[in-house]
Antibody, heavy 119, light 106 residues
Framework: EVQLVESGGGLVQPGGSLRLSCAASGFTFSSYWMHWVRQAPGRGLEWVSRVNRDESSTNYADSVKGRFTISRDNAKNTLYLQMNSLIAEDTAVYYC????????????WGQGTLVTVSS | DIQMTQSPSSLSASVGDRVTITCRASQSISSSLNWYQQKPGKAPKLLIFAASSLQSGVLSRFSGSGSGTDFTLTIRSLQPDDSATYYCQQTYSTPQTFGQGTKVEI
């Protein structure tokens, strides 16, 4: 059974940093692209970032470019999101998602971890 | 970025009704369109991929159609468990983008 379990969320002050982790199991992690998608309270879904199988290619939403870094450790079956210079608008539930093999969809999602940026 | 516009933003329907949600892309996205269902406090769940393909394990009362810029999600014979917010998503180009969501109330 595919499982994605996020951790690392919490309350952080504006300008602070946080690192999210996503532990993957039930599939060959190194064979799949992975994404982070976020959802602000009461709002819709916003794509944040993606990484290919060997971390040779990464992409970011304009809203986080230069502040967030996506990475992965295929030996540990874990996806990361390093978030720096956090602002209030980054407050959201962050979901780790797996890209389908053909990259057409995000076929599995974690339960999400809440990041709150507030003083 | 490709903009995705869903309509309606919300709807109320009765058990057994046929419900249709539409999604329009700001430019052609071929068939790179997915539909997700999200219940309160839960992660989104993939229902339909590539515009019309049913994700494994999803009930056949859900169906999708369309290509280019106009797409629809149809729920045949609405059930109480279908109460949720539905999102369309394009993966034709990066960044992938989502519609604003359609809240379905029973």
């Amino acid at each position: 059974e595919v499982q994605l379990v996020e951790s690392g969320g919490g309350l952080v002050q504006p300008g602070g940093s946080l690192r999210l982790s996503c532990a993957a199991s039930g599939f060959t992690f190194s064979s799949y692209w992975m994404h982070w998608v976020r959802q602000a309270p009461g709002r819709g879904l916003e794509w944040v970032s993606r990484v290919n199988r060997d971390e040779s290619s990464t992409n970011y939403a304009d809203s986080v470019k230069g502040r967030f870094t996506i990475s992965r450790d295929n030996a540990k079956n874990t996806l990361y999101l390093q978030m720096n210079s956090l602002i209030a608008e980054d407050t959201a539930v962050y979901y780790c998602t797996r890209a389908s093999w053909d990259l057409i969809s995000n076929d599995y999602w974690g339960q999400g971890t809440l990041v709150t940026v507030s003083s | 970025d490709i903009q995705m516009t869903q309509s309606p933003s919300s709807l109320s329907a009765s058990v057994g009704d046929r419900v249709t949600i539409t999604c329009r892309a700001s430019q052609s996205i071929s068939s790179s369109l997915n539909w997700y269902q999200q219940k309160p406090g839960k992660a989104p769940k993939l229902l339909i991929f590539a515009a019309s393909s049913l994700q494994s394990g999803v009930l056949s009362r859900f169906s999708g159609s369309g290509s280019g810029t106009d797409f629809t999600l149809t729920i045949r014979s609405l059930q109480p468990d279908d109460s949720a917010t539905y999102y369309c998503q394009q993966t034709y180009s990066t960044p992938q983008t989502f519609g604003q969501g359609t809240k379905v109330e029973i």
